[in-house]
């Protein structure tokens, strides 16, 4: 986003009915006069629901939002095959989010999610997988993403899709993903992005149990009722939820599975049946909206000390609030 500097004022001239020149004004610290820069950060909210069965473990997805404005956020799902090897899927993805905001104080990795990911990912000692996504919004407006795997972002602006991840499988139901193990996908096989925003932009950003469940245009009315970005997140996480539990709901996970051959026996399809029903799964939901603040070129004034602290949330289980 282009700098705008305001411009300063000239004392004004002496006059023949002032013999003595006025001083200039006085200009706050906090002035609208004083020279400065438009930044642009994010105003995030997110919710998380586990799946049915993994509510008291609060589920194998875990998420971050950290950096200045919270202009980083982060989302892993880890693999739930893992279990079957008496492995805890969570453990991996929770490390590997608790990793990746550690990281954001490594300069090189603060600005490329690429490098956080790969520097998280060296430090997990955990066992198991995940699919990760992680964006960055820098200063200028410009959204920096990395994905591995079937975790997915969409930009919407002026009520409208412009912009969507797309996901990395091997075939169907097997995305790519990051792993304890050598076989694993690594930082390189990472789906690379970077979009231009502007002011007003939503990002909505999920794990596939969230995208499984859900349309665009069902995500688009969800944000334009929505009074914030928490009732957003909330609201989306809950449409998914229960679309996820609908034996009969047409969902984009059953569309996609018949049109890769998967579908009812043939002599059910004589009687006019067919695979339907959405996806049971953690959902992790996480909406952000860009803003523009201005901040002052002259360091250490009170505005800029405004920009806040740093946050940063590892989430592994959902509130009780979020479930209700």
Known sequence: MAASTA?????????????????PPRLSRFSSLRAAK??????????????????ETGGEDAFFVGGDGGGVFAIADGVSGWAEKNVNPAL??????????????????SNDPQILLMKAHAATSSIGSATVIIAMLEKTGTLKIASVGDCGLKII???????????????????????????????????????????????????????????????LAVISESPGIDEAAKGLAELARKHSVDVRFDSPYSIEARSRGFDVPWWKKLLGAKLTGGKMDDITVIVAQVKTVAVPDDEGTGVEQEKGVEQVTVAATASAEQNE
């Open 7 to 23: 411009s300063r004022l000239s004392p004004p001239r002496p006059t023949a009915s002032s013999p003595y020149p006025r001083p």
């Open 38 to 55: 438009m930044e642009a950060v994010l105003s995030i909210g997110t919710h998380v629901i586990p799946h049915p069965r993994k509510v």
């Open 157 to 219: 602006r002026k009520g409208q899709v412009m912009f969507s991840t797309y996901p990395q499988e091997h075939y169907f139901d097997c995305p790519y993903q990051i792993s304890s193990e050598a076989i694993g996908q690594t930082y390189k096989d990472a789906l690379v992005c970077t979009v231009n925003l502007m002011e007003g932009d939503m990002i909505v950003s999920g794990s596939d149990g969230f995208f499984d469940n859900i349309f665009d245009q069902e995500i």
């Open 92 to 109: 991996f993805s929770r490390e590997v989010m608790a990793n990746s905001s550690t990281f954001l104080k490594d300069e090189e990795a």
